[in-house]
């Protein structure tokens, strides 16, 4: 069970953590993504990260602002988002997947409920 945080309205140029917190032993064995969904959107991928946090992936559009991290001692992923703008509005999601790096939604099984960013302009 995946659960989202850290969510909230921000200024455009502003920062927000995001906290996923994974429930069970099994986390480490887990590859993590995080998606967002705008209003009227489909959902999309934004960053990945393997299971040992060594490899990370971006989309292009928050490449150099958001950061992908993990520490699997607490159990929990984590995403950085600085210099936020308001196309970065959408309710987030973390996902676990056994596939490293991947973009695709399919190829993860489970997700968290969510979180709603608003940046404000």
């Known amino acids: 069970q995946l659960q989202a945080s850290g969510g909230g309205l921000v200024q455009a140029g502003g920062s927000l953590r995001l906290s996923c917190a994974a429930s069970g032993r099994t986390f480490s064995r887990y590859a993590m993504g995080w998606f967002r969904q705008a209003p009227g959107k489909e959902r999309e991928f934004v960053a990945a990260?393997?299971?040992?946090?060594?490899?990370?992936y971006y989309a292009d559009s928050v490449k150099g602002r958001f950061t992908i991290s993990r520490d699997n001692a607490k159990n929990t992923a984590y995403l950085q988002m600085n210099a936020l703008k308001p196309d970065d509005t959408a309710v987030y999601y973390c996902a676990a997947s056994l596939y490293s790096g991947s973009y695709e939604i399919s190829q993860y099984p489970y997700w968290g409920q969510g979180t709603q960013v608003t940046v404000s302009s």
């Open positions: 990260i393997n299971w040992s946090g060594h490899n990370t």
